[in-house]
């Protein structure tokens, strides 16, 4: 039997889903805006295709440093803000 979450776990995953899933359409815009693929960001990361485009699907989990490190590549600067959450 499945345990039910509680509703701070629940609000926690969804949360740090939200953050990498925000990410990863950052991410996507700034490659689609300065037409640079995969490959060319392989490249400019030293970063294997294959880490970065698991990087792009449901269920990744960069750390800080990845993130930051491919932002960097990109000539862009990560900045990170905190809103108030709708509803609470």
Do not use: H, W, Y
């Not at 949360?15 to 689609?32: K, P, S, T, W």
Request: glycine share 6%; proline share 1%.
């Amino acid at each position: 039997m499945k345990a039910k979450l509680s509703d701070v776990d629940a609000a926690r995953i969804e949360a740090e889903e939200n953050l990498v899933i925000d990410m990863q359409f950052l991410l996507q815009g700034v490659l689609n805006k300065k037409k640079i693929s995969l490959c060319e960001l392989s490249c400019r990361t030293g970063f294997s295709m294959t880490r970065l485009s698991n990087l792009m699907k449901a269920g990744a989990d960069p750390s800080l440093k990845t993130v930051a490190a491919i932002f960097a590549a990109l000539g862009k600067k990560v900045v990170i803000s905190a809103k108030r959450r709708s509803g609470r």
